[in-house]
């Protein structure tokens, strides 16, 4: 009998237990559990060229407010401006990778291919007549 009765509890104690052990292993990476968004690869690059720029700002402010004479001004930002082209070269090479999507091309005069009408409307998406999309 006390065996059932250990066996039941650590039955019962895994039942409880696993929901919360496979959602946190499930989680555990970074990445959507929606699918990998596109700007997530370079969401770190983009902080660290925020945070040299507001280095750059503060090194500025110092500057303008004559905290800082001209040579230590320049000895101080030279670093900061020479990683921020290495980040900016980095941000270039990733951002060509991407795969963009254009946009589809649209003639500025069309003929509406559900009622017959000419469209002369610049820019027009819709039929002014029947109200059928410029790309069906």
């Known amino acids: 009998m ?10 019962f104690g895994i039942i409880l237990i696993a929901p919360f052990l496979v959602f946190y292993y499930r989680f555990q990476i970074d990445e959507s559990p929606f699918g990998k968004e596109m700007d997530a690869q370079l969401r770190a690059i983009y902080e660290k060229k925020n945070n040299l720029l507001d ?25 900061y401006i ?10 270039l090479e990733k951002s060509k ?29 819709f039929c002014p007549n029947c109200g059928t999309s410029r790309l069906a």
Do not use: M
């Open 2 to 11: 006390d065996f059932l009765l250990y066996f039941y509890s650590v039955l």
């Open 55 to 79: 280095s750059l700002k503060d090194i500025r402010s110092d500057f303008d407010s004559g905290k800082l004479t001209e040579e230590e001004f320049q000895t101080q930002s030279i670093p």
């Open 82 to 91: 020479e990683e921020l082209e290495t980040v900016e070269s980095t941000l």
């Open 97 to 125: 990778n991407l795969v963009t999507l254009e946009q589809p091309k649209i003639n500025n005069d069309w003929t509406c291919s559900n009622c017959g009408s000419f469209v002369s409307v610049p820019n027009a998406k």
